[in-house]
């Protein structure tokens, strides 16, 4: 094996990856108006539906030329030796391997940050703005750059700069290492991301006593489980659109519901979109993720460790001196079609936990408002009704409205 070849396979890999998604793009555009199966007639009235037909493929639109940019970029990038060029650039700042790679991702991270920026802009200010959807200020937008920014610095930063410090001391074992702290900080922010990080972009109240909170209570007795903390989040600072999500175990363990969707349905819909929750959480469908993606994890920093000190990666990707940062980012792009099998086990592993927590609603409480609750939801994000199956098979974490609506039938 060569540098050369090596740095053809990861052109090959890019480019490759790009075609499949575009096929699938177009599959899935290609059902964008077929018939609305009949169980979902009621879901959109012709003025809708028209809205959703657009909204559809003003995305699709938008996808295919950011995907496209991203990707030329990327090739560029790659090809003229930008690599190399800000490996040296790093250099001028030190001789400590740490900050080097510190300074070099901080300049790859900011500067696609930067250009993708005007992406996010139109996707926020022009599409969803078009469609009724977006309450972001400029102000909130900016800051959310900001925040998002700091945030990967300090965390990111904080744990690239520890792996390799351990990288130095304990070479090939590191992946180890690695692989305890990872996943030590994964499970603390599972317990306290709602406390940590939540706050700093979003503002969370205690859902107060009233006859919904009467309503959740009696449900939760039922089912014997102990739900203290149901948190109102205000997501309508930034969109129309509504969500609900359990996060925690434990004492930690909490239920947020997005005020968008207090608005939007009834509270027999919400208790039955809280039944779906308390579903992921007896079924154990937290834990199982998070031992799934510990287990990825270290897989994923085994095959790393095997490689990471091998000059190729580097050399393939143009950069003269080997070095674990520029390593880890040839390693990335040579491991993305596993990502992309794992990254398939994992949707449909999830779509599997969504049945598991709908039939739970249906059995605890009942299937009913949470059908009406999810086809509000879906009518309220104008979200495609037809989409193509092997679209859905890739990409999509839930089953569809109409797989949904027929499990939640039988
Ligand atoms: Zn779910």
Known sequence: MTATTLFYIIIAIIIV??????????????????????????VYDDAEYKKSQAYKLTNYK?????????????????CFGGFEYVDVLARRFSDNSIVIALVFFGIIMF????????????KTFVIEERFGFNKTTIKTFILDKVKGLLMMAVIGGGILALIIYIFQLTQQHFWLYAWAII?????FMNMFYAKLIVPLFNKQTPLEESSLRHKISEYAQSVGF???????IDGSKRSTKANAYFSGFGNEKRVTLYDTLINDLEEEEIVAVLAHEVGHYKRKHIIYNLVASVLLTGLTLYVLSIFITNPLLSNALGVSTHSFHVGLVAFGLLYAPISEITGLVMNWLSRKFEYQADDYAKNTYKAQPLITAL?????NSLSNLTPHKAYVFVHYSHPTLLQRMRNLNL
């Open 17 to 42: 990856n790009f075609i499949i998604d575009k096929i699938l793009d177009a599959l899935n555009a290609k059902h964008f108006n077929d018939a609305i199966p009949n169980e979902l007639k009621d």
């Open 62 to 78: 938008f996808g295919v030329w950011s995907s496209t940019f991203s990707i030329a970029l990327t090739l560029a990038f790659i």
């Open 111 to 122: 500067g696609s940050d930067i250009l993708s920026t005007p992406f996010s802009y139109y």
């Open 183 to 187: 996943t030590i900080f994964s499970v």
């Open 226 to 232: 102990n739900l203290e903390k149901i948190f109102v």
């Open 375 to 379: 086809k509000k939801l879906n009518k």
